[in-house]
């Protein structure tokens, strides 16, 4: 019940394109999800988040789509650049006071040029 | 820079031995977390710290321990290593008590066990 499931593993998109990462998860407690961007050799960076109650956010070329009822958030990135080759982590947490965070596996994204 | 610093940034030991892992948080950030990133189990959240107290436990073994001290510097002991402790350790910082909001990670110490 403390899973969250990330997918694809790897994915190539051309330049220009929509990236697309989805996650799901069980625990309905959950109450938090920001998704996270890892270059290599360095530590994880926040990108955006998302509280259940709303369905969509977006910071620029980053949406967060949340869907509350079948326990899924997915990540877009429109027009794809190369610098945005990274892999990326969902995660999720709850706001209790012994609050701890899960994450998914991570998804390998290249743009390629 | 996420302002997060960690020491020493590659560390080679033998099974068996111990390490001390050190993390400096953020200039007023009052919450220090420590992850375990393994190609096999991905980011595993191990332990948080808050204002010297212990906050929240996640997936950390026993023979791996942590403190933070008064001036928030937190270290994270490894001992009786196995091959299998080989990993990246994160450590990250926020100003809050909880998960849920912004940690700011560290650049990470690698630790391989020979």
């Known amino acids: 019940q403390q899973q969250v499931k990330q997918s694809p593993q790897s994915l190539i998109v051309q330049k220009g394109g929509i990236s697309i990462i989805n996650c799901a998860y069980e625990?309905?407690?959950?109450?938090?999800f920001p998704w996270y961007q890892q270059f290599p050799g360095k530590g994880p960076a926040l990108l955006i988040a998302i509280r259940p109650d709303v369905s969509e956010k977006k910071e620029g070329r980053f949406t967060i789509s949340f869907n509350k009822s079948a326990k899924q958030f997915s990540l877009h990135i429109m027009d794809s650049q190369p610098g945005d080759s990274a892999t990326y982590f969902c995660?999720?947490?709850?706001?209790?006071?012994?609050?701890?965070?899960?994450f998914g596996s991570g998804t390998r994204l290249s743009i390629r040029p | 820079d996420s302002g997060v610093t960690q020491t020493p940034k590659h560390l080679i030991t033998a099974t068996g031995q111990r390490v001390t892992l050190r993390c400096s948080p953020r200039s007023g950030d009052l919450s220090v977390y420590w992850y375990q990133q393994s190609l096999d189990q991905g980011l595993q959240f191990l332990i948080q710290?808050?204002?010297?107290?212990?906050?929240a436990k996640g997936n950390i073994l026993e023979r791996f321990s942590a403190q933070q001290f008064p001036d928030l510097h937190s270290e994270l002991n490894l001992s009786s290593l196995e091959l299998g402790d080989s990993a990246l350790y994160f450590c990250a910082s926020s100003a809050l008590g909880t998960v849920n909001n912004e940690q700011f990670f560290g650049p990470g110490t690698r630790l391989t066990v020979l």
């Open positions: 625990n309905t407690a959950f109450d938090y």
């Open positions: 995660a999720a947490s709850m706001s209790s006071s012994a609050s701890k965070i899960i």
């Open positions: 710290y808050y204002n010297g107290e212990e906050r």
